[in-house]
């Protein structure tokens, strides 16, 4: 029997988690909040039932990515909007894969959104709130001593695998995976595990056929009908309602 969450100890709280130890030395609680920030929590707000949404399909789309051999931290769900993961020592960096120009890259490189690339462009993101989260390269990161060289080069070939496999999935749903953004960790062996989470936050979906925005980037540009479209996502990719 899991311990009621009241015995649960918050050790961590993010923009749209919450971390909690319960007890077993090595796994955590992951919840997921309504809460929604953007343009580095400038913009605050809620979207309903995106907590429940969010824990959902991230715990659908780790279990997918379990089956291809990628390791995740998600372990079980324990409610809507909980799932038990590995705890894990976080690498300090964030990865974005894209597919698509969008978001910073249409300012970065000039070109429209929505512009196919060539191939994937995998971005560091160096994870500090108080500096804005810059781009960082490869040297940065040795220098900033943030993991070494081995980690990082498994973190670049599972992020490019992950999108190997996420792409064509969301394909085959109607759905244009524009870009995504990972955060990975290591367990007490050093093996490299996907943490954080998988969902309309952190990743941009288009309609394959209207390119209509299913993700934050509705609530980010005041677009409406962000509920809709969180669900209207988990709706296509499960084929089943969460439950909230
Ligand atoms: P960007 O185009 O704003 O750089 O975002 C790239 C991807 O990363 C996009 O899918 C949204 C996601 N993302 C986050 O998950 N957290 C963030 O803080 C930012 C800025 C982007």
């Not at 894969?97 to 191939?119: C, D, F, I």
Request: glycine share 6%.
């Amino acid at each position: 029997m899991e311990k009621p969450a009241l015995e649960w100890t918050s050790i961590y709280e993010g923009k749209a988690k919450i971390l909690f130890e319960t007890g077993d030395r090595d796994t955590l609680v992951q919840r997921f909040k309504n809460d929604a920030t953007a343009f580095n929590a400038l913009k605050k707000g809620s979207i309903p039932n995106k907590g429940a949404i969010n824990c959902q399909l991230s715990a659908h789309l780790f279990t997918l990515l379990e089956s291809q051999d990628i390791r995740t931290h998600f372990v079980d769900r324990l409610s809507p909007i909980d799932m038990k993961v590995r705890r894990l020592k976080m690498v300090g960096l964030e990865v974005v894969m894209r597919n698509r120009v969008a978001g910073s890259l249409v300012k970065r490189l000039g070109q429209p959104e929505g512009t196919p690339l060539a191939h994937p462009i995998l971005e560091w993101y160096y994870k500090r709130d108080d500096l804005g989260d810059p781009m960082v390269n490869r040297d940065h990161i040795d220098i900033l001593h943030l993991a070494t060289d081995d980690v990082i080069a498994t973190i670049e070939k599972m992020a490019r695998r992950i999108n190997g496999i996420l792409l064509p999935y969301f394909s085959g749903k109607g759905i244009l995976l524009v870009d995504m953004k990972f955060e990975f960790g290591t367990d007490d062996s050093g093996a490299v595990f996907l943490g954080d989470e998988i969902s309309g936050d952190t990743c941009r979906f288009w309609d394959a056929q209207t390119h209509d925005k299913m993700d934050k980037d509705r609530f980010r540009q005041d677009l409406g009908k962000i509920e809709e479209n969180y669900l209207a996502l988990f709706r296509r990719v499960t084929q089943h309602e969460p439950e909230l």
